[in-house]
């Protein structure tokens, strides 16, 4: 009897990296969780748990050693996030891994409007250079994610304009990466773009929310230098407040407007509209 192909999945204890674990534990799949922290890695059947930080090649190699494919989850945000993601990336073709699935960003370039998008292209490139296959999951900004831009008085501010956001459920992100990792053949040096089936404006995505929650939530349109000041109180580095700031230019540049079919395409059904993911979220 041959042995089943190894998978193992970063991110475990996150929102999307649980989600993947737990759906490949329920399908009765092996995986091997890597974390940071062991004492927070789910507790799920058929899961062996390593520890390994980004940053850290030797723990790397040790827990990806056997593995066949690598479920990667991009890093925390951090100035020097493309440097662990390179650590971690040669550690993974190092140990004798043979395919990896990252989640990217949509509209991954080296001068993306969003100044984090720029990471994910240049991770993008080391991941090409590895010698590993791969599969990029370019994930637009999140549905889940809206109502945590409003303030405690109900407004979203930011520098968007009437540009439009194809915004994606972490869900459906977490769905496609499990239908990628059961057939990674079938989806090697693939990149899908992941969104929802419509892209919507900012003072549309309050409007949803109001309509949805039964409170008023409304989008101010900041110019960029107000939103500069607006964020200044809270003290974070420069290139925090560039990301900040450029979700929103990015959306009102249009790079976030497009609309895929990518996750029906892969998942094998339609993607999550923005309704229907605030009206299943209570």
Known sequence: MSTPP???????????????????????????????????????????????RYSDADAARAALRGVDTLFMVSASETADRVEHHRTFVEAAAEAGVRSIVYTSFFAAAPDAVFTLGRDHAATEEIIRGSGMRWTFL?????????????????????????????????????ATAVAVLLDPAAHA?????????????????????????????RFVDETVDEAYASRAAYGAPR???????????????????????????????????????LGAVS
């Not at 009765?28 to 789910?42: C, E, K, N, T, Y």
């Not at 637009?140 to 109502?147: L, Q």
């Not at 109900?154 to 977490?174: E, K």
């Open 138 to 174: 370019r994930d637009n900004f999140y549905m889940d994610m809206m109502e945590l831009f409003a303030g405690d008085d109900g407004v979203i501010r930011g520098p968007a304009g009437d540009g439009r956001c194809s915004l994606v459920s972490r869900a459906d992100v977490a």
């Open 6 to 52: 190894v998978i193992a999945v970063t991110g475990s204890t996150g929102a999307v990296g649980g989600r993947v674990a737990r759906d490949l534990a329920a399908r009765g799949i092996p995986q091997r969780l890597v974390v940071r922290d062991a004492s927070r890695a789910p507790s799920l059947e058929g899961a062996e748990v390593h520890v390994a």
């Open 189 to 217: 040096d693939g990149t899908y773009d992941l969104t929802g089936p419509e892209a919507l404006t900012m003072t549309e995505v309050a409007e949803k929310i109001s309509a949805v929650r039964g409170h008023r939530v």
């Open 239 to 277: 290139w925090q407040v560039d990301a900040w700031v450029s979700t929103y230019t990015s959306i009102a540049s249009g790079d976030q407007a497009a609309v895929s079919a990518d996750v029906e395409r892969v998942t094998g059904r339609p993607a999550q509209s923005f309704e229907e993911f």
